[in-house]
């Protein structure tokens, strides 16, 4: 039987991007100094050759890169680094909102004589805006004039917390951030302006990034943190130091508080083009109260057929964990105590996979928390109530990361939709693919003129998922499905962009 082709499954688009450049000089964020499209009129400022830009869960930074041709204009050396860059994926010459917001951090221009003559290509690279924030530090070298000693500063950042009400996480990011740069405003501030009420200033090693941060993110640190998810309260109230002596930037305050395996925190834009960072629980499920819609609320993005150009799926054991241990640095019992599986007075604070052991032996996860409260450490009920909540942290992990031999990861690769920009697959959402659901852990979006725009999605924790979100099943027949990619006969399937 010959190949029919469904032409209801066909997706016409001209994709016309737009790359816009604003100057670190100009204070305006309504109108680019510069805009990049990928029209042959011989224009000015028309030659946008490619792109790519990148997000990934648990990264800040991200980072993209665009190349122009530079026959026009010396456009290399009107746009210099520290740039804010700004990539629209639209069609029809119809600016939505944009995908991606950056700041050049490198330019590189390349010349070569060609049969044709001279070829002049210059490419602009660098990281999400968000970076700015991870890059903004304070340093409490004693070497600098007038810094006041970390444990000084400690104590104030502290009396400023006790006096938020109903602490979590999202009130907490905010208030720190504050603070933060209070202090580094203050860094270099001459000890004639300092007083004791107002620790402001205008820093001079902060104020151009102050602006790019006030101009492109926000003044408002509510407006462009958001939290989600479940869990939005500390696990435990939080008691003990943030800055150190020497450089400090905000992601170590907040990765103190909020760890890696337990907690995410990325950068991205929501769906007006907005740079923000999210913070939230790994979206785990728990099994022990049949409650899994931090999975189940996550949007879930169908991967159509029409638009798959290739996948690369694998299963393996190499990242398989039997027991899980939560705790908290300066207590009383030390780390030896909560790893271990045997002890009979601690509750279940250790979860043990003992089935999954049988197979891969001991294979710990390890959770560590510095800097809550310690004053439980004499009270037998707080002790009892913290012990209680990191047994149910390991739960949620050993839920969430003791499965990882029945999953599958890899890649999808998907052609950009350009008419609907909403409907391409975003970073900490779902894929519905394959009969199952898989988790986007990055997304790497590229396009070459006279080329396809293509996204590259890595995916993991692909399952079978019930109508709650809880786990059920490996999926099934993955050799057997989706055989348009074969050289087999198949009638594709009318496109479908929402479920």
């Not at 530090?137 to 000693?149: E, K, N, Q, T, W």
């Not at 991967?303 to 009383?332: C, R």
């Not at 890899?410 to 697959?425: A, C, Q």
């Amino acid at each position: 039987m010959p190949f029919k082709k469904d032409y209801k499954s066909t997706t016409h688009q001209t994709p016309t991007p737009i790359i816009e450049v604003y100057l670190p000089s100009n204070a305006s964020t309504s109108e680019p100094d510069y805009s990049f499209r990928p029209y042959t009129d011989g224009g000015a400022f028309s030659g946008l050759q490619g792109y790519n830009f990148s997000e990934s869960v648990d990264d800040l930074d991200g980072s993209f890169s665009f190349t122009i041709n530079g026959e026009e204009e010396n456009i290399f050396d009107l746009i210099p680094i520290r740039s804010v860059v700004k990539i629209y994926e639209v069609t029809d010459n119809y600016k939505f909102y944009p995908s991606f917001v950056g700041i050049i951090r490198q330019r590189k221009i390349n010349k070569q004589m060609t049969n044709t003559g001279l070829k002049k290509v210059i490419t602009f690279s660098g990281k999400s805006i968000i970076s700015c924030l991870v890059e903004y530090s304070i340093s409490l070298d004693m070497r600098i004039s007038g810094v006041a000693d970390a444990t000084a500063t400690n104590s104030a950042m502290l009396d400023k917390l006790e006096e938020v009400e109903n602490m979590n996480i999202k009130s907490f990011m905010i208030e720190t951030w504050k603070y933060f740069k209070k202090i580094s405003d203050d860094v270099l501030k001459p000890n004639s302006e300092k007083t004791e009420k107002d620790i402001g200033g205008k820093g001079v090693a902060t104020t151009e990034l102050q602006n790019i941060i006030n101009r492109f993110i926000g003044e408002d640190a509510e407006n462009y943190i958001d939290v989600t998810g479940v869990k939005t309260k500390f696990y435990h109230p939080i008691g003990d130091a943030f800055i150190n002596t020497g450089k400090n930037t905000i992601i170590d305050i907040w990765r103190d508080k909020l760890p890696q395996m337990a907690y995410e925190l990325f950068a991205y834009c929501d769906n007006k083009g907005n740079p923000k960072i999210k913070a939230r629980q790994v979206p785990f499920g728990d099994n022990t109260k049949n409650d899994y819609s931090d999975w189940k609320d996550l949007k879930l993005y169908p991967i159509n057929p029409a638009i798959l150009t290739s996948f690369d799926l694998d299963q393996n054991d190499s990242d398989v964990y039997t027991v899980f241990a939560t705790w908290l640095i300066g207590s009383t019992n030390d780390r030896n105590y909560f790893i271990g599986i045997n002890n009979d007075d601690q509750e279940d604070t250790t979860v043990f996979r003992s089935e999954k052991a049988k197979t891969y032996g001991f294979r710990p996860l390890e959770i560590n928390f510095n800097g809550y409260d310690r004053s439980y450490n004499s009270d037998p009920e707080q002790q009892k109530g913290i012990q209680e909540a990191m047994a149910e942290l390991n739960k949620l992990a050993a839920y969430w990361y003791s499965r990882n031999d029945e999953m599958y990861s890899g890649t999808l690769t998907v052609i950009t939709d350009f008419k609907n920009p909403e409907n391409n697959p975003r970073i900490g959402c779902r894929a519905d693919f394959l009969g199952g659901e898989f988790y986007i852990n990055k997304t790497d979006h590229s396009w070459n003129y006279g080329g396809t725009p293509i996204i590259k999605i890595s995916v993991s924790r692909g399952m079978i998922y019930g109508m709650n979100g809880e786990m059920t099943e490996q999926l099934k027949d993955v050799g057997k499905k989706y055989r348009e990619l074969d050289s087999v006969s198949y009638k594709l399937k009318p496109a479908t962009f929402n479920r």
